[in-house]
């Protein structure tokens, strides 16, 4: 298993609220990635990292926000929760271009 | 505009037999292509790839054919195994650009006994 968790597994919150995802690497790879997958849309890219304090936007990356102050995390933030942000969230490193590998994900829903 | 498509929801095989699934792209900017399995519950793993100056590349029972000029490319299963049913997801990226991955929306297949 490529060195990555993501915390929390598993949360339930209202909508309004502010939440904050998190992916943390033991990899000391440059590249980081959040994924949102829902059903019939695959996995679309929301936000990306290319070296620390280095991001940039994905396809879907209204209402998210990141940051990455340390090489080993990258923080997601919806600073208010939406019905339409209940996903499953995915956190994939990559030490170049080519491959990516994943977390084990993040379940959101947003009630 | 889906960039990359997987027009087969599901598919389902009889163990021992090859199990085809296919994956199709728009962008002819796309230059390297990556096949990734997911369990449930579980994150992608990714199983393998090509790049655009081959039109074949093989790794065990999985092979992965490439047809640039018809935008398709395809992934081999043989034989099929129980242990491989799970969800397909064809991917595309455009290289040198921090691996920016486009993703199909999915193939589930089902090897039965």
């Known amino acids: 298993d490529a060195g990555i968790t993501q915390s929390p597994r598993h949360k339930v919150t209202e909508t309004g609220t502010p939440v904050t995802l998190r992916c943390h690497q033991t990899?000391?790879?440059?590249?980081m990635y959040w994924y949102r997958q829902d059903p019939g849309h695959g996995l679309r890219l929301i936000h990306y990292?290319?070296?620390?304090?280095?991001?940039d936007k994905g396809e879907v990356s209204d209402g998210y926000s990141v940051s990455r102050s340390k090489t080993e995390d990258f923080l997601l933030t919806l600073e208010s929760a939406t019905s339409s942000q209940t996903s499953v969230y995915f956190c994939?490193?990559?030490?170049?271009?080519?491959?990516?590998?994943f977390g084990p994900g993040t379940r959101l829903t947003v009630t | 505009d889906q960039q990359v498509k997987q027009n087969s929801p599901s598919l389902s095989v009889q163990e021992g037999r090859i199990s085809i699934l296919n994956c199709d792209y728009t962008?002819?900017?796309?230059?390297?292509f990556l096949w990734y399995k997911k369990y449930p519950a579980e994150g992608p793993t990714f199983l393998i790839s090509?790049?655009?100056?081959?039109d074949k590349n093989e790794d065990g029972r999985f092979t992965v054919f490439l047809n640039k000029s018809a935008k398709h490319l395809s992934l081999h299963i043989v034989p099929s195994q129980p242990g491989d049913s799970a969800v397909y997801f064809c991917?595309?990226?455009?290289?040198?650009?921090?691996?920016?991955?486009?993703f199909g929306t999915g193939t589930r297949l089902q090897v039965t006994l």
């Open positions: 990899e000391n790879h440059r590249y």
């Open positions: 962008n002819s900017m796309f230059d390297y």
């Open positions: 990292s290319y070296g620390v304090k280095d991001t």
């Open positions: 994939a490193i990559s030490p170049s271009s080519y491959e990516q590998y």
């Open positions: 090509i790049s655009s100056i081959k």
């Open positions: 991917a595309a990226e455009v290289t040198g650009t921090a691996s920016k991955l486009t």
